[in-house]
């Protein structure tokens, strides 16, 4: 099935999907959509972290910091590590019980600007921002960054406990495989404002991490009887309307193999036996899946076919 434009839901101040003109593949085994209310949800604790993480910034640093959440975004991860620039400073961290990889993206001269301010310094950063960080100012970034971090459990603490924690610094984000190129990941997208400095920087989690937290604790949620009608009444709408969706279905015969040389020496009155056995009844098929299988016959003065067994296995 195809569906109009990159199926990408964006929660955030003015965000909105951005469709293309022509159509594009949609996989419902791994949608890149989230919900209103998962949405909502996730927002909202991304925009209490900003928050917090701006206090903490403006504390440690003495220096006003402001740190709003812009965009939030599930995304393919070979996409969101194409879209950040080279360098960057990535703090790779271990998020949740199974310790999944969640990487941190600090644009480098905002990053030295902390550092000079660690310092006692004026904030005035480093002109030589493509350098990578010292051991002892790692060891600063560390130490600002878990302080940030440790306020991340109350942030999300109507989603899940969610603990995360500092392992290493990175450079090159396509050096960093945190998960498999095709699998979805949440990034937050924040505008960080220090005095007359604006970077942007974002924070990215395994999607999968957040949202079966959100649908489990949906799954025990009860609400009010007016929301599990109205839910009950969008579940039957949405069955009815792909129930009416259009469909090719073929009846054919097992296919069969040939060489480039023999198709391209065909010629009206040319015969191709078929390696499909006389007894063998005929594929059912729907997008290429095999849904059942079925005799051949006439209804009236039309070619018919009748369903002689359904597939027990479908995708």
Known sequence: MTVPGPSIVRAGRGARAVRSSEPVPYDFRRPLTMSREHARALEMAFERFGRQWATQLTARLR???EITLEDLALRPYDEHVASLPTPSVLVVCSAGELRQTAILQLPPPMTLVWIDYLYGGTGAGDDR?????????????R????????????????????????????????????????ETVLVATFTVRQGERTDTATFMLPAELLLAALRASEGTAQGSEADQHAVA?????????????????????APVTVRPRDVVSL???????????????LDVVVDDVVLAHAAVGTRGSRLACQVVAIEETRS
Request: proline share 5%; no cysteine.
């Open 63 to 65: 220096a006003v910091t």
């Open 233 to 253: 009444i969008a579940q039957a709408e949405l069955d009815l309307a792909v129930s009416e969706v259009p469909v090719d279905v073929a009846v054919r015969f």
């Open 267 to 281: 010629e009206v009155g040319d015969v191709l036996p078929l390696s499909h056995p006389q007894e063998r009844p």
């Open 143 to 182: 130490d600002l960054v878990n302080a940030a971090f440790s306020d991340l459990s109350y942030a999300f603490a109507s989603v899940l406990p969610l603990e995360v924690s500092f392992r290493s610094v990175q450079y090159n984000a396509q050096f960093v495989q945190a998960v498999a190129a095709g």
């Open 129 to 141: 921002f493509e350098r990578e960080l010292t051991e002892i100012e790692v060891t600063l970034l």
